[in-house]
């Protein structure tokens, strides 16, 4: 080139606005394996309803729910009751919520999470 034997210090443009997000995304995900906080996943809580009879109530119980800002689905598939809540636990919901005639009865939900730790029956208040 016509630069000679002129040397010039070469500059470096660093942009990694994102870099460090995505670096934190990557060990989060790393680090718990997919199964993200509660505070953080995009799948918080699924009801099922044990049969189509119930599918109401879990449309109320997800209405209620989804009203004090949490991401709640309804799984109103035909599949029958244990692999509605196979597909919740595959899906890595955090707590999946079995709503059936008791439940009805009594306004409450059975709680469990994705890893079947099964939590009680509970009001949906709570």
């Given at each position: 080139?016509?630069?000679?034997?002129?040397?010039?210090?070469?500059?470096?443009?660093?942009?990694a606005?994102?870099?460090?997000?995505?670096?934190?995304?990557?060990?989060?995900?790393?680090?718990?394996?997919?199964?993200?906080?509660?505070?953080?996943?995009?799948r918080?809580?699924?009801?099922?309803?044990?049969?189509?009879?119930?599918?109401?109530?879990?449309?109320?119980?997800?209405?209620?729910?989804?009203?004090?800002?949490?991401?709640?689905?309804?799984?109103?598939?035909?599949?029958?009751?244990?692999?509605k809540?196979?597909?919740?636990?595959?899906?890595?919901?955090?707590?999946?919520?079995?709503?059936?005639?008791?439940?009805?009865?009594?306004?409450?939900?059975?709680?469990?999470?994705?890893?079947?730790?099964?939590?009680?029956?509970?009001?949906?208040?709570?």
């Amino acid at each position: 080139g016509g630069l000679g034997d002129r040397h010039e210090r070469p500059i470096i443009i660093h942009r990694a606005i994102l870099g460090s997000v995505e670096r934190m995304i990557a060990i989060l995900t790393e680090h718990t394996a997919g199964k993200w906080p509660f505070w953080l996943s995009p799948r918080q809580a699924i009801v099922v309803p044990v049969s189509e009879h119930h599918l109401e109530y879990a449309n109320m119980v997800q209405q209620k729910i989804h009203a004090e800002g949490y991401y709640i689905d309804v799984d109103s598939s035909n599949n029958t009751l244990n692999k509605k809540i196979r597909d919740g636990q595959l899906a890595q919901y955090n707590y999946i919520l079995v709503v059936g005639a008791e439940e009805v009865a009594a306004n409450t939900v059975n709680i469990r999470t994705r890893d079947n730790e099964r939590h009680g029956t509970r009001t949906i208040d709570e």
